[in-house]
């Protein structure tokens, strides 16, 4: 991948000190919640511009459920790697950190108490702080996962890249207090490229990426509803104030219900600049079939 230049700037009253691994820098901001950035209307805008989004690769970006932190990954050119950026609210202020190099796409159980991190995870402990990464094992162990989703009541969704490039989503529930072997979705989903669902805590809809035929380019993200016999409905595009000619990838719903993050291509085909975008999640009921 080609090398990706990352500038800080001010923004409004905001300040962003250059960093070290492990150091904290404090955002002050006027508003605090979600970094004290506008709500996006209904067409998708770019994320905190110059605080998470930059002119380099920015990637993944989500918040915990009680919204005090976010977590992205960001390359970075002074290391020569992707690392895990933490911005975590303390005393109404945004301490911004690198939390580790990237090991995967995080994303967060319900409860927030699980870190899931494709084929591995880490808990909180008692004192708060994450645990050490483990690996998920039987039945998981020999698939390529890239990212995993969980329910409230702890079924798991994840893709499964195959060499030839294309991938395929499945589901795995917890049956007396073990995974089953997972299982495909349908073909309403699996059409030969699907990848990075996110579900909704109670299963009524799945969001994720595909590249079809009713798309407009690239990758684009679509929206399928569980039915009434429970079964998935139809994917449908999320249309051209989300989707666009290129990239839309790696969605996840804010756990207020009130915002989607995604992730835009806005360089080459290199993916030298990505960026993380977010979008009134209005849309969700809107598109619910009645």
């Not at 591995?120 to 998920?136: D, I, P, V």
């Not at 409230?152 to 589901?171: A, H, M, P, V």
């Amino acid at each position: 991948m080609k090398k990706p230049y990352i500038f800080i700037t001010l923004v409004n009253i905001f300040l962003i000190v250059s960093c070290a691994s492990h150091n904290r820098n404090n955002l002050s901001l006027v508003e605090s919640d979600y970094l004290g950035q506008k709500p996006p209307g209904q067409v998708a805008e770019a994320f905190a511009p110059g605080i998470v989004t930059t002119n380099g690769y920015e990637y993944g970006g989500v918040f915990t459920p009680d919204l005090t932190a976010f977590y992205f990954i960001k390359y970075s050119e002074e290391r020569n790697q992707q690392d895990v950026i933490l911005l975590q609210k303390v005393d109404n202020q945004w301490e911004e950190s690198v939390f580790s190099p990237r090991k995967g796409q995080h994303l967060f159980s319900p409860d927030g108490r699980t870190m899931h991190l494709g084929k591995s995870f880490m808990e909180l402990t008692a004192t708060g702080e994450w645990s050490e990464r483990k690996k998920l094992d039987v039945p998981f162990e020999d698939l390529l996962i890239m990212r995993l989703s969980s329910s409230s009541n702890g079924t798991y969704y994840f893709d499964e890249f195959k060499r030839d490039l294309t991938g395929s989503i499945r589901y795995s529930r917890k049956v007396n207090g073990q995974y089953e072997a997972p299982k495909l979705l349908s073909e309403t989903i699996n059409t030969g490229k699907s990848f990075h669902p996110f579900i909704a805590p109670d299963e009524s809809y799945i969001i994720f990426d595909s590249k079809r035929e009713d798309g407009y380019g690239d990758s684009d993200l679509y929206i399928s509803y569980r039915q009434k016999d429970g079964s998935w409905g139809k994917a449908i595009n999320l249309g051209d104030k989300i989707n666009t000619e290129a990239w839309e990838a790696a969605a996840n719903v804010t756990a207020d219900g009130k915002y989607m993050f995604f992730n835009r291509n806005i360089g080459s085909k290199n993916y030298e600049n990505v960026d993380i975008y977010w979008v009134d999640a209005q849309f969700i009921e809107k598109l619910r079939p009645r």
